[in-house]
């Protein structure tokens, strides 16, 4: 390894970092500690951990260093640092949600997801800030206090996981798992220049993530470079017994696609409902830029119309708040968690009601009410039963816009990242952010957002998304590793690299 | 409160509808959605796990077990197989569910459409009645409350409440009736008669131990009542309906009720009732005037299920002898006719004297102690005759213990009373009561002479050739033993005593 790297363990791909270890250069115990370090260093201004697992990291760190030690073989992010979303059950750490209601909540078991990276010996750092049970778009919503934008720290760092987003931009972990409901991988991505993937769902176990819509979420990994997305994604995904809608097909070779990098001869489908009104110039400016690179790079771009779309956000925030009102029933302060109110005198039904009063911020609240509502008799035909017609409806704009093309390219999201408080009090604004991205969720097929540029009235970060039928993650890595090479060779650096010193 | 009307005047003026909801628990190794185990009686919350504790990122998975015994029991009942079904989630609030919501099925049960013909004995001799079957479905049991303190036994006004999870998660399946009319004055006969005819269905199928005193068979009886020609009035429905006796009992009090309510003016109250094992009556329960909204929606954790036809198929060419085929062949093995055979139905007492004959006893012998002594102190007790503590064994023992001359039917009543009274077994109540026909001739023939003495003008009647006398003699003698004589014998010896030939 050389000296610089030694001296900048920090800013290296897990790639790397799992190579170097692996050979021996470093210990996976210096490039914990080295993150560690970083997290101290920074993490009072960003604020991307809840909860950071000094111990249990630089244990985890030596029990790979001894096992290579002793000539085990190791996997190929074995020793690598990552920051886990606080929305997935890991035992004995505490795990809330970014809610007051599961203060102090241990969870006995691990999620699938919290095992496999185990198994995968990737060093588990701490659990990261997102928006209250995943409910926002940008980590405004979390009890504990707002996540800051490495690239601007008046600015959010996008939602719900903005929090793994920024401890991977602030180079605070090479690797960080997010969840991704409507967004909320692909979005933080976005405003942070970092990668995110949603995968296709049923590709990566939901046991053990807290549900906010059990339909809709989906893990997946949040990195520097298309690389790392692979090799996490590949550490995280397959079928899972305990997840009745995992998908048992064997998954795609993502790492294979993103080392192949090359999309001569494929077609790319821009979605004419996804830019145009709402959109920043900006944002248009730097997708139109990267959508020429593609051709330079030998796809066939045509456009696609996916007119259905412009129905999604109404139908997102239907099926959302209807699954969430009933996911988030048992929060009731009966078993863990918070409990107001319980005297000894108030009835079961004042304590659940004073608890949730206590326990949930305003947003959430919101959601439930909304999903109650709208699972009621009477309305249930005209608000969830429509919502799932308009969902249909969505997939066949996708099968017939697949039939045309091999994959869908997108802006991620329409804006740049906004200023901390500018959206908070404006819920439809706040909705708005995730228009792009809501398709590919109701849908179930998987989608990637990579960073393309700075937009030049701002000079944030601009992300990409492509969409890609479902179980065909791998062609996201194809094209998102050739166009992220193509930029790289540019720029002579990562996107990332831009981010101002913190 | 209205004086309910007596039974006879009742059915005379109003025509019963009844419905039937019968849950019953089955008897999987696992529970519905977990590998935790199902066992009756373990300490509470031990049989836990983080799937039926529901706690938070748990996900079920569908036991198929638990399926394959709902469609076979669909098949018993004539019911159809749908090719295509889902789960369905039941919201509400309460402590026993962990989730605060059931797994339940609402629009799309499994099983739909069967019957089951029932039969019950009248003074014209059996009557078959035909009850229709709306549907068969699954959902998960909740956990068990026990309220501590307070006057009421409910969780209203308890000093506190404790939760036992062990439950929670065990798969039920409901079975429900289409309203069943045309019974007349045999409505409750026709209530227990189905409820006893679907129990020994799933104890033929192995599905489950159907025991109502331990709540895996538990019945629900709705009931309305309506003038001749009139529409159908308002239902009850009444729960804690532990025993068959309890649902004919629950049926007719109900009748009586309604009747007395209707015809003093009044109007009968859509709601739930309690029956009480000692009162034989119900008493209000919750209102279902205003209907509760459980905002029923697809479970998304789970797929559909969509049972291969072709399975279903294996599962109905497997089932086992239908219980009314296995009547008609113990009624032609045992020689007796469609009376005998409905009273043992009726009384409850067919699976109690097949287990009986299994155990080596002749038919005849083991149905005389059933459907007569047996059924006899069951009434009297008011309970279920297979609750009174006599096994087959222990008929099988006294039985022996008559064909050898040790105990005669009169002997044999005591040694129940004692085997019922827990005195031990057959062998120790009849020598802790020193239960056994005298047949030493000494003792008997001091007792005949005793007897002879104090009646000398009987003697002298008998020695006169009036042999009919000498039943006084061997009254008296049978007196004087206690009944411990063989009655037989004594004459032989009086009648050889007074050296009288027959």
Redesign the interface.
């Given at each position: 390894m050389s000296s610089a790297m030694e001296s900048d363990l920090i800013h290296q791909s897990a790639a790397t970092l799992a190579q170097a270890i692996a050979e021996g250069e470093v210990s996976s115990r210096e490039v914990t500690q080295a993150h560690l370090d970083r997290i101290a260093a920074v993490d009072d201004r960003v604020h991307a951990f809840l909860y950071v697992d000094t111990e249990g990291a630089l244990a985890a760190a030596e029990a790979v260093d001894s096992r290579r030690a002793a000539g085990e073989e190791l996997g190929p992010l074995a020793g690598v640092p990552l920051a886990l979303k606080d929305v997935?059950?890991m035992k004995g750490v505490p795990?809330t949600?970014g809610s007051r209601i599961?203060e102090g909540?241990r969870?006995?078991?691990d999620?699938t997801v919290v095992e496999r990276l185990r198994a995968a010996d990737v060093v588990i750092l701490g659990k990261t800030n997102m928006d209250e049970f995943a409910m926002g778009s940008s980590t405004e919503h979390s009890a504990y206090g707002p996540t800051h934008n490495p690239w601007d720290l008046d600015r959010i760092p996008g939602g719900s996981g903005g929090g793994s987003a920024a401890a991977v931009a602030a180079f605070e972990a090479p690797l960080a798992i997010g969840t991704d409901t409507g967004g909320s991988i692909r979005q933080p991505a976005a405003v942070t220049g970092t990668v995110g993937v949603k995968p296709t769902y049923g590709g990566v176990s939901?046991?053990?993530?807290?549900?906010l819509?059990?339909?809709l979420d989906q893990a997946g990994p949040c990195t520097r470079t298309v690389m790392d997305a692979a090799l996490l994604h590949a550490a995280i995904g397959g079928h899972d017994?305990?997840?009745?809608?995992s998908i048992p097909d064997a998954m795609p070779d993502v790492v294979a696609a993103a080392q192949q990098a090359d999309v001569r001869g494929m077609r790319i489908g821009l979605v004419r409902e996804l830019s145009g009104e709402g959109y920043q110039a900006g944002v248009e400016q730097r997708f139109r830029e990267a959508v020429q690179v593609l051709e330079h790079l030998g796809a066939e771009v045509v456009e696609v119309s996916c007119p259905i779309f412009d129905y999604a956000l109404g139908a997102y925030y239907l099926i959302l708040p209807?699954?969430c009102?009933?996911n988030l029933?048992?929060?009731?302060g009966?078993?863990?968690g918070l409990r107001v109110g319980d005297d000894g005198e108030r009835?079961?039904?004042e304590v659940?009601s004073l608890t949730r009063e206590a326990g949930f911020g305003a947003e959430v609240k919101r959601r439930i009410m909304l999903g109650?509502y709208a699972?009621?008799?009477g309305y249930?035909d005209a608000y969830?039963g429509q919502a799932q017609k308009v969902r249909t409806l969505i997939q066949r704009d996708f099968d017939a816009a697949f039939a045309q093309c091999d994959v869908l390219v997108s802006p991620t999201a329409p804006t740049t990242a906004f200023k901390l408080g500018e959206k908070v009090d404006d819920p439809l604004a706040m909705y708005l952010n995730d228009v792009a991205t809501i398709p590919v969720n109701l849908a179930g097929n998987c989608a990637m957002s990579l960073p393309v540029g700075l937009a030049p009235e701002d000079s944030l970060p601009v992300g990409l998304q492509i969409m890609a039928p479902a179980m065909a993650d791998d062609r996201l890595y194809r094209v998102g590793s050739a166009l992220e090479g193509a930029l790289q060779d540019r720029w002579g650096h990562l996107l990332i690299e831009e981010a101002p010193a913190l | 409160m209205t004086e309910p009307m007596p039974y006879a005047e009742a059915v005379a003026e109003f025509e019963p509808v009844i419905g039937l909801e019968v849950h019953v628990e089955l008897g999987t190794e696992s529970k519905m959605f977990c590998s935790c185990p199902t066992a009756f009686g373990a300490e509470p919350n031990t049989q836990v796990c983080p799937v039926c504790l529901g706690l938070p990122g748990s996900m079920p998975v569908m036991n198929g077990a638990a399926i394959e015994s709902i469609i076979r029991m669909g098949l018993a009942l004539n019911c159809s197989v749908v090719d295509w079904c889902r789960m369905a989630r039941k919201n509400y609030f309460y402590p026993d569910m962990p989730k605060d919501y059931q797994v339940s099925q609402y629009d799309e049960p499994i099983c739909v459409d069967g019957y089951l013909d029932v039969t019950v004995t009248t003074d014209d001799g059996p009557r078959v009645f035909r009850v229709e079957i709306e549907r068969v479905h699954m959902e998960e049991d909740t956990g068990k409350l026990t309220h501590a303190g307070g006057a009421t036994g409910r969780i209203h006004g308890a000093d506190y409440s404790l939760v036992d999870y062990n439950r929670a998660g065990i798969p039920l399946v409901e079975i429900v009736t289409k309203p069943v009319t045309g019974t007349g004055a045999l409505a409750p006969e026709v209530a227990r008669a189905y409820v006893t005819e679907l129990r020994d269905i799933m104890r033929g199928l192995g599905v489950s131990d159907v025991k109502m005193e331990e709540g895996s068979l538990r019945c629900d009886a709705n009931v309305s009542l309506n003038r001749p020609g009139d529409e159908w009035g308002t239902r009850s429905e009444t729960k804690n309906v532990n025993s068959l006796r309890s649902v004919e009992r629950a049926v007719r009090s109900e009748i009586e009720r309604q009747a007395g309510v209707l015809a003093a003016g009044g109007r009968v109250v859509q709601e739930t009732r309690h029956f009480h094992e000692d009162t034989g009556q119900t008493t209000p329960g919750r209102s279902k005037e205003q209907a509760e909204d459980y905002r029923y929606f697809p479970e998304p954790d789970l797929v559909p299920i969509a049972p291969d036809p072709a399975w279903v198929e294996q599962l109905r060419a497997a089932l086992p002898e239908q219980p009314s085929v296995h009547r008609a062949r113990l009624a032609e093995q045992w020689g007796i006719g469609d009376f005998e055979m409905a009273t043992l139905v009726n009384a409850g007492v067919l699976g109690l004297v097949e287990e009986t004959v299994a155990a080596g006893v002749a038919p005849d012998a083991a149905r005389k102690w059933w459907a007569g002594e047996l059924t006899r102190v069951a009434n009297e007790r008011e309970v279920e005759p297979g609750e009174l503590g006599v096994t087959p064994a222990d008929i099988g023992r006294v039985e022996e213990l008559i064909a050898t001359g040790s105990l005669n039917d009169k002997l044999a009543r005591q040694v129940f009373e004692g085997i019922m009274a827990g005195e031990g077994s057959a062998d120790e109540v009849v020598a802790a009561r020193g239960l056994a026909v005298v047949s030493d001739d000494g003792a008997l023939l001091a007792a005949i002479d005793e007897a002879l003495a104090a009646q000398p003008d009987v003697a002298e009647k008998i020695k006169g050739g009036k042999v009919q006398a000498a039943g006084a003699i061997v009254g008296a003698v049978m007196k004087a033993t206690r009944g411990q004589a063989d009655a037989g014998k004594v004459r032989d010896l009086l009648l050889e005593r007074l050296g009288v030939t027959e």
């Open positions: 997935l059950a795990t949600c599961l909540w969870p006995p078991y999620a939901r046991f053990g993530l807290v549900a819509a059990s339909s017994p305990r997840d009745s809608t209807s699954e009102s009933s029933a048992r929060f009731d009966m078993r863990y009835s079961v039904e659940m109650t699972l009621s008799s249930y969830y | -």
